[in-house]
């Protein structure tokens, strides 16, 4: 049994207008959600998705991410990010080979090519899928900071074919955990 969202719809038709909005005009936009522990950003999140789902005309796909910390307390590196790219792919938290070929499946169509080696190889990394490399990752991933920059800019690359495909909500939760290269 779920109780009604009680003064949040001011809040929930700021949010669906921005949705709109991206839609409308093929355009990113950020909506930052901050609160004290408990006071319902979360919930308000999960009310929206239902009313995208809803709207025929403006079809989106949404996607969810969470930071996490060790056992330590310390940011696990990525882990918003890999675990936004578990739920695009629908991969289980440690892939197996059918994961693999679901993923390379969904990269080349979304990409429209075959030649697809380098984005696999980047994309794939955020997720720990490694992927043989070519002549050009080989003489990359000698400058580790050129690498983590392209892996940045495949990454986005993707992103940005994957909305042109269909619309796209990125939810990433718990933020004030992720570590700062994600950020």
């Known amino acids: 049994m779920r109780s009604?969202?009680?003064?949040?719809?001011?809040?929930?038709?700021?949010?669906?207008?921005?949705?709109?909005?991206?839609?409308?005009f093929q355009a990113p936009q950020l909506v930052t959600v901050v609160g004290?522990?408990?006071t319902g950003k979360s919930r308000l999140i999960h009310?929206?998705?239902?009313?995208?789902?809803?709207?025929?005309?403006r079809p989106c796909r949404v996607f969810h991410g969470a930071a996490e910390r060790d056992g330590d307390g310390n940011p696990v590196r990525h882990a918003a990010l890999a675990s936004l790219l578990r739920d695009r792919f629908e991969l289980l938290p440690i892939p197996d080979e059918a994961s693999r070929l679901r993923f390379a499946h969904?990269?080349?169509?979304?990409?429209?090519?075959?030649?697809?080696?380098?984005?696999?190889?980047?994309?794939?990394?955020?997720?720990?899928?490694g992927y043989p490399a070519t002549p050009f990752l080989r003489a990359v991933?000698?400058?580790?900071k050129q690498h983590t920059e392209l892996a940045r800019v495949a990454l986005r690359?993707?992103?940005?074919?994957?909305?042109?495909?269909?619309?796209?909500?990125?939810?990433?939760?718990?933020?004030q955990w992720a570590d700062r290269d994600t950020i």
């Open 36 to 38: 004290n522990q408990g």
């Open 157 to 175: 690359r993707f992103i940005e074919l994957d909305a042109a495909q269909s619309p796209l909500v990125l939810v990433l939760d718990d933020m």
């Open 47 to 57: 009310e929206l998705v239902p009313l995208l789902a809803q709207n025929r005309a």
């Open 141 to 144: 991933t000698e400058n580790p």
């Open 4 to 24: 009604p969202l009680v003064g949040r719809n001011d809040q929930l038709a700021t949010l669906t207008e921005v949705v709109a909005r991206a839609i409308e």
């Open 106 to 129: 969904e990269v080349k169509t979304v990409m429209g090519s075959e030649q697809v080696a380098e984005m696999l190889h980047f994309v794939g990394g955020f997720l720990g899928l």
